[in-house]
């Protein structure tokens, strides 16, 4: 089985850092004028984390979900108390160990979805031990 080493964080909501976030909107085009600038404080945990006591911040570790965008390094906000539906990209506790695959929900059974052709989907028997222990919600990527 292929599965992925992940770190898990609580949001620590009293070290709340505020950092400026600009008003305007930045253009992924041509430039526009800056003359009116403003200026807002923003907090990423205020905007990234809807349910503070469910959600957990983890360490992707691996290369399995490379396709949904989430590389080796990358920071996953999970949130436990969303209901893992077929299709969303959750983190999973089978046989003893963490993994993040998409969830696929079918008439005869639960498969957990790599997102690279060079590993194998997870089809979950009665044999094996399954926790969808939280959801995706959002991942912080370094650049």
């Keep these: ?3 992925q080493k ?3 964080f609580h949001p620590d909501q009293n070290q709340q850092k505020s950092l400026y976030l600009a008003q305007e909107k930045i253009s992924a085009g041509f430039p526009s004028p ?3 600038f403003k200026e807002l404080r923003i907090s990423i945990d205020q905007e990234v984390v809807r349910n503070e006591e469910a959600t957990f911040y983890a360490r992707v570790s ?3 979900m490379q396709g949904a965008g989430l590389d080796d390094g990358d920071l996953l906000v999970i949130d ?3 209901e893992p539906k077929n299709g969303k990209i959750a ?3 089978i046989d003893g160990e963490f993994t993040v695959k998409r969830l696929r929900v079918v008439e005869d059974g639960i498969f957990l979805i790599p997102e ?3 590993y194998q989907p997870i089809k979950v028997t ?3 031990e399954l926790i969808i222990w939280g959801i995706v919600t959002y991942v912080v990527k370094k650049v």
Excluded: H, W
Aim: aromatic content about 8%; hydrophobic content about 25%.
């Design 6 to 8: 992940l770190t898990f």
């Design 116 to 118: 690279n052709p060079k």
């Design 126 to 128: 009665e044999e094996n």
């Design 1 to 3: 089985m292929q599965t």
């Design 62 to 64: 691996g290369e399995s």
């Design 91 to 93: 983190v999973c506790y």
């Design 34 to 36: 800056a003359d009116d």
């Design 80 to 82: 436990r108390s969303i």
